[in-house]
Protein backbone atom coordinates (compact mmCIF):
# COMPACT_ATOMS: atom_id res chain seq x y z
CA UNK A 1 0.00 0.00 0.00
CA UNK A 2 1.57 3.52 -0.70
CA UNK A 3 1.82 6.09 1.90
CA UNK A 4 -0.41 8.77 1.09
CA UNK A 5 2.53 11.33 0.60
CA UNK A 6 3.97 8.88 -1.92
CA UNK A 7 0.03 8.86 -3.64
CA UNK A 8 0.33 12.94 -3.64
CA UNK A 9 4.25 12.93 -5.02
CA UNK A 10 3.07 10.43 -7.68
CA UNK A 11 0.26 12.03 -8.76
CA UNK A 12 1.68 15.38 -9.23
CA UNK A 13 4.51 13.40 -11.64
CA UNK A 14 2.43 11.92 -13.75
CA UNK A 15 3.01 12.46 -17.52
CA UNK A 16 0.11 14.24 -18.85
CA UNK A 17 -0.48 15.22 -22.52
CA UNK A 18 0.44 19.08 -22.06
CA UNK A 19 3.24 20.65 -20.24
CA UNK A 20 2.52 21.68 -17.14
CA UNK A 21 4.36 24.97 -17.78
CA UNK A 22 1.49 25.45 -20.63
CA UNK A 23 -1.24 24.59 -17.86
CA UNK A 24 -0.29 27.15 -15.65
CA UNK A 25 -0.70 29.83 -18.52
CA UNK A 26 -3.74 28.79 -19.84
CA UNK A 27 -5.73 27.00 -17.11
CA UNK A 28 -9.08 28.94 -16.03
CA UNK A 29 -12.02 27.47 -13.53
CA UNK A 30 -14.41 29.56 -15.85
CA UNK A 31 -17.85 28.84 -15.42
CA UNK A 32 -18.63 26.54 -17.95
CA UNK A 33 -21.15 23.37 -16.57
CA UNK A 34 -20.10 19.95 -18.24
CA UNK A 35 -23.23 18.34 -16.68
CA UNK A 36 -24.72 16.23 -19.33
CA UNK A 37 -22.15 17.41 -21.92
CA UNK A 38 -23.23 16.43 -25.36
CA UNK A 39 -26.20 14.23 -24.07
CA UNK A 40 -23.88 12.09 -22.50
CA UNK A 41 -25.97 10.73 -19.48
CA UNK A 42 -22.71 9.59 -17.82
CA UNK A 43 -21.93 13.20 -17.41
CA UNK A 44 -25.27 13.66 -15.05
CA UNK A 45 -24.15 15.36 -12.37
CA UNK A 46 -20.53 15.94 -13.41
CA UNK A 47 -20.68 19.38 -11.56
CA UNK A 48 -21.71 18.43 -8.72
CA UNK A 49 -18.57 17.70 -7.46
CA UNK A 50 -16.18 20.28 -7.16
CA UNK A 51 -18.80 22.60 -8.45
CA UNK A 52 -19.14 25.29 -11.80
CA UNK A 53 -16.52 27.71 -11.81
CA UNK A 54 -13.97 24.82 -9.60
CA UNK A 55 -12.75 22.08 -13.17
CA UNK A 56 -9.75 20.84 -11.15
CA UNK A 57 -10.66 22.01 -7.32
CA UNK A 58 -8.04 24.33 -7.35
CA UNK A 59 -10.45 27.15 -5.44
CA UNK A 60 -11.18 24.81 -2.55
CA UNK A 61 -10.30 26.00 0.72
CA UNK A 62 -7.43 24.18 2.50
CA UNK A 63 -7.26 23.76 6.00
CA UNK A 64 -3.85 22.19 7.92
CA UNK A 65 -4.77 19.59 9.87
CA UNK A 66 -2.07 19.91 13.21
CA UNK A 67 -1.10 16.32 13.72
CA UNK A 68 0.89 14.73 17.26
CA UNK A 69 3.68 13.26 14.99
CA UNK A 70 4.59 15.47 12.28
CA UNK A 71 4.72 13.60 8.78
CA UNK A 72 8.25 14.47 7.22
CA UNK A 73 9.66 13.99 3.88
CA UNK A 74 12.28 11.00 3.70
CA UNK A 75 14.46 10.73 0.33
CA UNK A 76 14.08 7.01 -0.87
CA UNK A 77 15.58 5.82 -4.29
CA UNK A 78 15.00 7.31 -7.51
CA UNK A 79 14.00 4.33 -9.18
CA UNK A 80 11.72 2.97 -6.41
CA UNK A 81 9.56 6.35 -6.64
CA UNK A 82 9.72 6.07 -10.61
CA UNK A 83 8.39 2.68 -10.59
CA UNK A 84 5.54 3.86 -8.15
CA UNK A 85 4.63 6.40 -10.23
CA UNK A 86 4.45 4.25 -13.62
CA UNK A 87 1.81 2.05 -11.02
CA UNK A 88 -0.50 5.22 -10.79
CA UNK A 89 -0.31 6.20 -13.80
CA UNK A 90 -0.98 2.62 -15.86
CA UNK A 91 -4.08 2.98 -12.49
CA UNK A 92 -5.22 5.98 -13.67
CA UNK A 93 -5.38 4.62 -17.45
CA UNK A 94 -7.13 1.46 -16.32
CA UNK A 95 -10.01 3.39 -14.29
CA UNK A 96 -10.19 5.63 -17.38
CA UNK A 97 -11.03 2.79 -19.82
CA UNK A 98 -12.33 0.20 -18.07
CA UNK A 99 -14.83 2.35 -16.24
CA UNK A 100 -15.74 5.29 -18.61
CA UNK A 101 -17.17 3.95 -22.26
CA UNK A 102 -17.16 6.91 -24.48
CA UNK A 103 -14.02 8.09 -25.47
CA UNK A 104 -15.47 11.73 -25.27
CA UNK A 105 -16.59 11.45 -21.84
CA UNK A 106 -12.94 10.08 -20.99
CA UNK A 107 -11.23 13.12 -22.40
CA UNK A 108 -13.25 15.39 -20.07
CA UNK A 109 -12.47 13.26 -17.23
CA UNK A 110 -8.73 13.00 -17.96
CA UNK A 111 -8.37 16.60 -18.51
CA UNK A 112 -10.15 17.11 -15.62
CA UNK A 113 -7.41 15.03 -13.57
CA UNK A 114 -4.59 16.65 -15.66
CA UNK A 115 -5.31 20.40 -14.65
CA UNK A 116 -5.80 19.18 -11.14
CA UNK A 117 -2.28 18.09 -11.25
CA UNK A 118 -0.92 21.54 -13.37
CA UNK A 119 -2.36 23.33 -10.13
CA UNK A 120 -0.13 21.11 -7.86
CA UNK A 121 2.81 21.88 -10.02
CA UNK A 122 1.92 25.11 -9.78
CA UNK A 123 1.85 24.70 -5.99
CA UNK A 124 5.16 23.19 -5.89
CA UNK A 125 6.66 26.26 -7.47
CA UNK A 126 5.13 28.42 -4.65
CA UNK A 127 2.76 30.38 -7.25
CA UNK A 128 -0.41 29.55 -6.20
CA UNK A 129 -0.24 31.02 -2.72
CA UNK A 130 -1.90 27.26 -1.74
CA UNK A 131 0.06 25.17 1.09
CA UNK A 132 2.21 22.52 -0.47
CA UNK A 133 0.47 19.53 0.93
CA UNK A 134 -2.05 16.65 0.13
CA UNK A 135 -5.06 16.00 2.20
CA UNK A 136 -4.80 12.86 4.26
CA UNK A 137 -8.33 11.93 4.27
CA UNK A 138 -8.56 11.66 0.78
CA UNK A 139 -5.04 10.06 0.13
CA UNK A 140 -5.85 7.48 2.71
CA UNK A 141 -9.15 5.77 0.57
CA UNK A 142 -6.09 4.39 -2.00
CA UNK A 143 -6.88 0.94 -0.55
CA UNK A 144 -10.27 1.28 -1.41
CA UNK A 145 -9.94 1.20 -5.14
CA UNK A 146 -9.18 -2.28 -5.76
CA UNK A 147 -10.93 -5.30 -5.03
CA UNK A 148 -9.52 -8.51 -3.65
CA UNK A 149 -9.10 -10.10 -6.85
CA UNK A 150 -7.43 -6.89 -8.07
CA UNK A 151 -10.42 -5.69 -10.30
CA UNK A 152 -12.11 -2.01 -9.76
CA UNK A 153 -13.85 -1.03 -6.87
CA UNK A 154 -17.99 0.48 -8.01
CA UNK A 155 -18.26 1.83 -4.28
CA UNK A 156 -18.82 5.53 -3.70
CA UNK A 157 -16.06 6.49 -1.38
CA UNK A 158 -17.77 8.41 0.75
CA UNK A 159 -16.28 12.35 -0.23
CA UNK A 160 -16.88 14.96 -2.83
CA UNK A 161 -14.34 16.56 -4.50
CA UNK A 162 -15.61 20.19 -2.50
CA UNK A 163 -13.91 18.27 0.39
CA UNK A 164 -10.49 17.70 -0.89
CA UNK A 165 -8.14 20.28 0.88
CA UNK A 166 -10.33 20.28 4.47
CA UNK A 167 -7.29 18.00 6.02
CA UNK A 168 -4.40 19.21 4.75
CA UNK A 169 -1.09 17.66 5.61
CA UNK A 170 2.22 19.42 4.92
CA UNK A 171 5.42 17.46 5.41
CA UNK A 172 8.47 19.07 7.13
CA UNK A 173 11.99 18.39 5.44
CA UNK A 174 11.31 20.46 2.32
CA UNK A 175 14.77 22.27 1.37
CA UNK A 176 12.45 25.46 -0.24
CA UNK A 177 14.61 28.52 0.36
CA UNK A 178 12.68 31.92 -0.41
CA UNK A 179 15.84 32.91 -1.89
CA UNK A 180 17.51 30.41 -3.99
CA UNK A 181 14.44 28.02 -4.26
CA UNK A 182 12.76 29.67 -7.12
CA UNK A 183 15.53 29.82 -9.56
CA UNK A 184 16.95 26.39 -9.00
CA UNK A 185 13.30 24.83 -9.23
CA UNK A 186 13.04 27.02 -12.50
CA UNK A 187 15.77 25.54 -13.47
CA UNK A 188 14.88 21.94 -12.54
CA UNK A 189 11.74 22.67 -15.07
CA UNK A 190 13.21 23.25 -17.66
CA UNK A 191 15.31 20.51 -18.05
CA UNK A 192 12.73 18.23 -17.22
CA UNK A 193 10.42 20.01 -20.10
CA UNK A 194 13.66 19.93 -22.39
CA UNK A 195 14.27 15.81 -21.58
CA UNK A 196 10.35 15.44 -22.48
CA UNK A 197 11.30 17.76 -25.79
CA UNK A 198 8.69 20.17 -24.67
CA UNK A 199 11.66 22.81 -24.63
CA UNK A 200 15.48 23.12 -26.13
CA UNK A 201 18.06 23.94 -23.67
CA UNK A 202 20.64 26.45 -25.11
CA UNK A 203 23.90 24.93 -26.61
CA UNK A 204 26.82 24.31 -24.23
CA UNK A 205 30.57 25.28 -25.14
CA UNK A 206 33.58 23.65 -23.41
Known sequence: MF?????????????????????????????VSLSNW???QSLNG???????????????????VVQEEQTVCEVQSIEVIQQKLVVLREMVKKVIT????????????????????????????????????FDSNVASKISQLVNEDGSLSSSDLGFSG??????????????????????????????AQAAAGFVSLPSQTA
Not at 18 to 26: F, G, K, N, V
Open 162 to 191: SDVGNNTVVAAGSNWNNTTSPSSVQSALTA
Open 98 to 133: EQICEVEVQTIVLEQFSSGIGSFSSDLLRQSGRQVG
Open 3 to 31: APFVLVLALASVVLSSPLWQRREIRRNAD
Open 46 to 64: FDDFNGVGNFDGSNNVQTV
Open 38 to 40: GGF
